[in-house]
C-alpha cells in the first residue's frame, strides 16, 4: 500500500513537471487557449461553428496588426500608448482626402482611394516618427512619449472633423478592403497576412531585426556592439506607427466612415495581445507567431463574450484580469527558467 502511494505520488510528480516545463516552454497563452475554447463551447452551441470561428479571424484582424506593431516597441523595452490615437488620426485623414478627391473627380475611384489611404498612413506614420525621436533622440521615457502623442493626435482628429463623422468615401473602398472575399477569407485577413510574413522576414532575416532583441536585451551592451540603437528606436516606433495606420484605413473601410473615436482600447488589448503571447515587458523576448495567436485569443475571448451576452462594461474587466494574470504567469516563468537553470 505504501508502495502505491509513492508511486501514485511520483506519478503525480511527473505530471507536475510535465506541466512546468511547457509553461516554461510555451508559455500561458495554449493553456489559456484550451480553458477559453472549453468555456466558451459550453456556454454557446454557436462558438465552433465554422462560420463563427471565420468571424473570429476577420474580427481580430485589426488588433492583430496593431499588435504586430506593439510587439515591436515592447522588444526593445518600451511601449506604445498612442496606436489608438493613431487609428483614429489615420482613419479621418484617409477619409477626408478620399471623399474630397472623389467629390472633385468621381470618375477617379481607383486615385481616390490610393491617394486617401496614402495620406492617411503617411498620418499615422507622422505620430510613430515623433515618438521614435522623442524616444531616441531625446531620452523620453516612451510612456510620457506616447502618452503625450496620444493626446496630441486625438486633439488633431477632433480638430479636423469637429466630432462629426467623415462621410463620402468611394463605395468600392468600403466593397474591396472592408466587406470583400476572395475564397471565402475577406481581403483585411490577406492584407494581416502579408504584413505578418513581411515582419517575419524582418526580425528574423535581416540584422536590423536582430538589433531591436540585442537593444531590448542591454542597450548599452548593443551600444557597445555598434549597434545604432538610436537609429534602432526610431525604426522601432516609426513601424509601430505604419502598423497602427495600415489597421486603422481598415477598420474605416469596414466602418465605411472615418471617426475620431475609434481605437480607444487598442493600447491596452494590443499590449494585452503581446504580453500573454509571451513578449517579455523587459523587452528582448517575444516571437511574432505566438503575438498573432495572442491577438486571436483576444477576439476568441471577446466573441465567446458577446455569444454568451455578457455585457460591454464586463469585458473590459475581463481584458484586464487576463492582462494582469499574464503579467503575473511571465513572472512566474521567469522564476521557473531560473530553477531550471540551476
Known amino acids: 500500500m505504501a508502495e502505491n502511494a509513492l508511486s501514485s505520488r511520483d506519478r503525480d510528480g511527473g505530471i507536475a513537471d510535465v506541466v512546468k516545463r511547457l509553461f516554461v516552454r510555451l508559455g500561458i497563452l495554449p493553456f489559456l487557449l484550451v480553458i477559453a475554447i472549453v468555456v466558451f463551447a459550453l456556454l454557446s452551441d454557436n ?23 506593439q510587439m515591436l516597441a515592447l522588444l526593445t523595452g518600451g511601449f506604445d500608448l498612442s496606436v489608438g490615437t493613431i487609428l483614429a488620426l489615420s482613419s479621418v485623414v484617409g477619409a477626408l482626402t478620399m471623399s474630397t478627391l ?28 515623433v515618438n521614435g525621436l522623442g524616444v531616441a533622440v531625446f531620452k523620453v521615457s516612451p510612456f510620457m512619449m506616447s502618452l503625450g502623442m496620444a493626446s496630441v493626435g486625438f486633439g488633431i482628429a477632433l480638430y479636423l472633423t469637429g466630432g462629426v463623422p467623415v462621410y463620402g468615401m468611394p463605395q468600392a473602398f468600403g466593397d474591396v478592403f ?22 517575419y522576414l524582418f526580425l528574423y ?16 551592451a548593443a551600444s557597445l556592439s555598434g549597434i545604432n540603437t538610436g537609429g ?18 481598415l477598420l ?4 465605411d466612415t472615418g471617426e475620431a473615436n475609434i481605437g480607444a482600447s487598442m493600447p491596452l488589448e494590443s499590449i494585452a495581445a503581446c504580453v500573454i503571447a509571451g513578449v517579455s515587458l523587459r523587452g528582448g523576448v517575444g516571437r511574432l507567431e505566438n503575438v498573432v495567436l495572442g491577438a486571436l485569443f483576444i477576439g476568441l475571448v471577446q466573441n465567446g463574450m ?9 469585458q473590459t474587466v475581463v481584458l484586464g484580469a487576463l492582462l494582469i494574470l499574464a503579467v503575473i504567469a511571465d513572472q512566474i516563468r521567469l522564476r521557473y527558467v531560473a530553477s531550471l537553470k540551476d
Open 47 to 69: 462558438f465552433l461553428t465554422p462560420r463563427n470561428l471565420m468571424n473570429v479571424l476577420r474580427q481580430s484582424v485589426y488588433l492583430m496588426i496593431v499588435s504586430l506593431g
Open 102 to 129: 472623389h467629390a472633385m473627380y468621381p470618375d477617379l475611384v481607383g486615385l481616390s482611394i490610393a491617394v486617401g489611404c496614402v495620406a492617411g498612413i503617411a498620418a499615422g506614420v507622422s505620430i510613430g516618427m
Open 178 to 199: 472592408g466587406f470583400g472575399s476572395l475564397f471565402g477569407i475577406a481581403t483585411p485577413v490577406y492584407v494581416a497576412g502579408l504584413l505578418a510574413v513581411g515582419l
Open 205 to 220: 532575416w535581416t540584422p536590423q531585426g536582430r538589433y531591436l532583441y540585442a537593444v531590448g536585451g542591454n542597450i548599452k
Open 232 to 249: 534602432t528606436l526610431f525604426l522601432t516606433y516609426t513601424l509601430c506607427g505604419f502598423f497602427a495606420a495600415v489597421s486603422g484605413m
Open 252 to 255: 474605416t473601410a469596414r466602418l
Open 306 to 314: 458577446n455569444l454568451a451576452r455578457i455585457e460591454s462594461y464586463l
